[in-house]
């Protein structure tokens, strides 16, 4: 062969290989893309399980929470029988100024103006059963807005988180008001004016106080 054939079946062949290699690389980046959708569809499938099995057993605490705190109103009362409380806008006004009325706390030190009303109540948890319960129904106080959770309902009820039981705190109400379960708490150094603005609390709802031993 001459020189010019030799060179043209050289330039064919560098061609060919370099064809063959974007196949190779082309089927490979097809397979990894593939491999993480497939891996994201895993992950998507396990997370919505995951969340499915958290609401699950929020609610089922949350009706566990209210049962207890019926059985205490219950045992409270004269009859025997909770008293059952209207939801209209009338009645939570006059609640509200009940409640003002025979809140616990310390009157002289904090002012009217400073003052954040909420319902509290105690109760326990067997760790053992998983059975709930509450020595007293819940109980009316105010508390500085500017004092922390821990520093103003769980001090009011005697709770310290480091008497060697686990303590969880419950607030009754969604953020966003369409519901009235009861959700977890998390940060308890939070204070009242700021877990207010947030929406995490607010003035006169209840708030429950776990302890498990």
């Known amino acids: 062969k001459s020189i010019l054939d030799v060179d043209v079946d050289v330039g064919l062949e560098e061609v060919s290989c370099d064809r063959q290699q974007e196949r190779t690389v082309g089927s490979k980046t097809s397979t990894d893309a593939d491999q993480r959708a497939i891996e994201q569809d895993g992950t998507g499938a396990s997370c919505t399980e995951h969340d499915d099995v958290d609401s699950s057993s929020a609610a089922d605490l949350s009706n566990r929470i209210f049962q207890a705190i019926e059985v205490a109103e219950a045992s409270s009362s004269k009859g025997g029988t909770a008293k059952k409380k209207k939801k209209s806008t009338t009645s939570k006004k006059v609640m509200q100024i009940l409640m003002k009325g025979k809140a616990k706390g ?3 030190a904090v002012k009217e103006c400073d003052r954040f009303y909420l319902e509290g109540v105690l109760v326990g948890e ?3 059963t998983g059975n709930i319960t ?5 109980a009316p106080y105010f508390f500085n807005r500017m004092s922390s ?5 769980l001090r009011a ?3 310290a988180c480091d008497d060697g039981s686990k303590v969880e705190l419950y607030v009754r109400g969604s953020t966003d008001g369409k519901d009235d379960a009861y959700r977890r708490l998390e940060d308890l150094t939070i204070r009242l004016c700021d877990a207010e603005k947030t929406s995490l609390i607010q003035q006169f709802s209840c708030v429950v106080v776990k302890t498990i031993k």
């Open 106 to 108: 310390d009157k002289k």
């Open 126 to 128: 067997d760790c053992l």
């Open 134 to 138: 509450a020595n007293a129904p819940p």
């Open 149 to 153: 959770i821990e520093s103003s309902i």
């Open 157 to 159: 009820l005697g709770v």
